[in-house]
């Protein structure tokens, strides 16, 4: 059973930066697609980033196009998100999930397994 643990989130001024790690356990993530979602408060859950198994290939929804990185270290079964520019409309809480299908899929039911997730609060 793979767990994702989702860490680095926290308040931030607008135009700060953060960087998310998405921590992977009880199993490998090595070999697929691995994808960021946030959720805020009232709204659905929305993709963010994507990134190939070996992170050659990326997507993000252009909302953070040229803000955010993603990025993934598979020695250390890790996933991060880097995001910089951050904008008050960027809170929400951050999700870090695997991919089902080696596509950079954008609907949230191409991914099985998900993390906890983690709070990201921009303030303006």
């Known amino acids: 059973q793979v767990q994702l643990v989702e860490s680095g989130g926290g308040l931030v001024q607008a135009g700060g930066s953060l960087t998310l790690s998405c921590a992977a356990s009880?199993?490998?993530?090595?070999?697929?697609?691995m994808g960021w979602f946030r959720q805020a408060p009232g709204k659905e859950r929305e993709f963010v980033a994507a990134?190939?198994?070996?992170?050659?290939?990326?997507r993000y929804t252009d909302s953070v196009n040229g803000r955010f990185t993603i990025a993934r270290d598979n020695t250390k079964n890790t996933v991060y998100l880097r995001m910089n520019s951050l904008k008050p409309e960027d809170t929400a809480v951050y999700y870090c999930?695997?991919?089902?299908?080696?596509?950079?899929?954008?609907?949230?039911?191409?991914?099985?397994?998900w993390g906890q997730g983690t709070q990201v609060t921009v303030s303006s």
């Open positions: 009880g199993g490998t993530v090595n070999n697929y697609a």
């Open positions: 990134i190939n198994w070996s992170g050659y290939t990326t």
């Open positions: 999930a695997r991919g089902i299908m080696s596509e950079l899929a954008e609907k949230p039911r191409r991914y099985d397994y």
